[in-house]
């Protein structure tokens, strides 16, 4: 069965600091997986996907197949990142299966 | 063990026939989204309950209607589905607002 993990529910890093959240999956095929930020009383937001490959608000995200993960990494991170963070895997035209979600707490 | 369930998983409507999509949860939490998420896009929330108290999105259509008959079970109608209606529908649970969402898998809606 499609599944997607992220282990931590709450991660807590100082301004600059690196921070990663991790996402592990699994899935037989060929996934596809987005990462979406959701901040205090906003709506869920796109952040990025695997497949574009790019960086958004420094954030970046690699896929590694042998390990079935899609961590998110940002080198130096900034209070403004404070937010839920929500892996997601798209399979079978366009299923989704979305993570338990992480809070980022970025501490001045 | 699924906590968020979502029915039927693949809908297939015709244009203008009211459809009924169903969620119900095993987590026993205050509150209910439901969202909208066309192809390449992010989930567009559309509203949430939260107990039996209802959250309109300001631009949410007037097609859509929800009902929650209780703790457990959320419903979204579709009054008179359009083609741009056609979607996947995620719905979500959290303790309160502003809790960790956990998500359904969703109901593809396909509309004929």
């Known amino acids: 069965a499609q599944r997607v993990t992220q282990p931590e529910k709450l991660l807590s890093v100082f301004k600059g600091a690196p921070v990663e959240l991790k996402c592990n999956y699994s899935y037989s095929g060929s996934p596809e997986l987005f990462w979406y930020v959701q901040y205090s009383r906003q709506r869920l937001q796109l952040l990025l996907r695997h497949i574009s490959r790019e960086s958004i608000k420094g954030f970046t995200a690699d896929l590694n197949k042998g390990e079935t993960s899609f961590h998110l990494k940002k080198p130096f991170a900034q209070e403004e990142d404070s937010a839920m963070y929500y892996c997601a895997l798209s399979y079978n035209n366009n299923d989704m299966r979305f993570g338990a979600g992480t809070r980022l707490t970025v501490k001045p | 063990d699924a906590m968020v369930i979502q029915n039927p998983r693949y809908q297939v409507t015709q244009f203008g026939k009211p459809v009924t999509l169903s969620c119900s949860q095993t987590?026993?939490?205050?509150?209910m989204y439901w969202y909208q998420q066309k192809s390449s896009q992010a989930p567009k929330l559309l509203f949430h309950y939260y107990d039996k108290d209802f959250n309109n999105e300001a631009d949410t259509p007037d097609n859509f209607q929800s009902r929650r008959p209780n703790t457990s079970f959320c419903f979204l109608d579709i009054r008179s589905p359009g083609l741009g209606d056609a979607a996947m529908y995620l719905c979500?649970?959290?303790?309160?607002?502003?809790?960790?969402?956990?998500f359904g898998p969703g109901t593809r809606l396909t509309v004929l």
């Open positions: 987590l026993n939490h205050n509150v």
């Open positions: 979500a649970t959290s303790l309160n607002v502003e809790d960790t969402q956990y």
